[in-house]
Nanobody, 119 residues
């Protein structure tokens, strides 16, 4: 499975972006889809998740500004980010995660897309 992100760029504070992640196969019924980000000098953190069943999760600190969604017809997962802040500057990664009955996990990652928030 290949994941390809796009949509990053330079945005002013207060602006919006929509990131896209196209998957090479239709995996949404099996895999949870996640967006992570990693800022310079910081650990990678998950910013949004949409489970195979469809429910979504966000860190409390990001609720209201981040929205994850998926389009089965386009094999695409989106991350809408509103009211961008300089602290949102990071490389954003798409992840597909599956855990089987034995707890063994399978992960696929995209190459990342840079988001820079600056005036």
């Amino acid at each position: 499975v290949q994941l390809v992100e796009s949509g990053g760029g330079l945005v002013q504070p207060g602006g919006s972006l929509r990131l896209s992640c196209v998957t090479s196969e239709n995996i949404f019924n099996i895999y949870d889809m996640n967006w992570y980000r990693q800022a310079p000098g910081k650990e990678r953190e998950r910013v949004a998740r949409i489970a195979s069943a469809g429910h979504t999760n966000y860190p409390d600190s990001l609720k209201g500004r981040f929205t994850i969604s998926r389009d089965y017809a386009k094999n695409t997962v989106y991350l809408q980010i509103n009211n961008l802040e300089p602290e949102d500057t990071a490389v954003y990664y798409c992840n597909a995660n599956y855990k089987n009955w034995y707890g063994v996990e399978t992960d696929y990652w995209g190459q990342g897309t840079q988001v820079t928030v600056s005036s």
